[in-house]
């Protein structure tokens, strides 16, 4: 947020009888934004420079709702767990050798398309491409 939004919202906060704000968070920043690299970063800290400004402002802060705890399915499950171990790629296990794919034949980079459209379609009922490299 710049300078001049900034001023904004806080007028808003200020002269408002309320002012709402909707983020995806996995908790609140109220001490210190997140630390680089986090799923939530930019949102963090985002969070924390408004809640800052409340605070330096007197303006009295609502308590967060959350989401509602929801049954996930075992695969959800996983992929939850996954990312609750390595929000802050702290211990991102990367592989040692990646894998390199070659392409089989030679590949023509395509530099223009034109899409062409008839009154009548082909016997086929698709409408003709043609490509140009």
Known sequence: MDATELQLVNTMMTRSQAVTFGMVLNKAYTQAPPAAPSLFL???KLYFQ???????SQV???????AAKR???PAMQGIN???RRNIDFDQ???PTQVP???????VTPITSCALSRFKSRS??????VTATS
């Open 42 to 44: 930019e949102t963090g």
């Open 50 to 56: 408004l809640y800052q400004q409340a605070q330096q």
């Open 60 to 66: 009295p802060v609502m308590l967060d709702q959350t």
């Open 71 to 73: 049954n996930l399915t």
């Open 81 to 83: 767990d996954f990312w």
């Open 92 to 94: 991102v296990h990367l």
């Open 100 to 106: 390199v794919f070659r392409q089989q034949r030679p």
């Open 123 to 128: 016997k086929s009922g698709r409408v003709p």
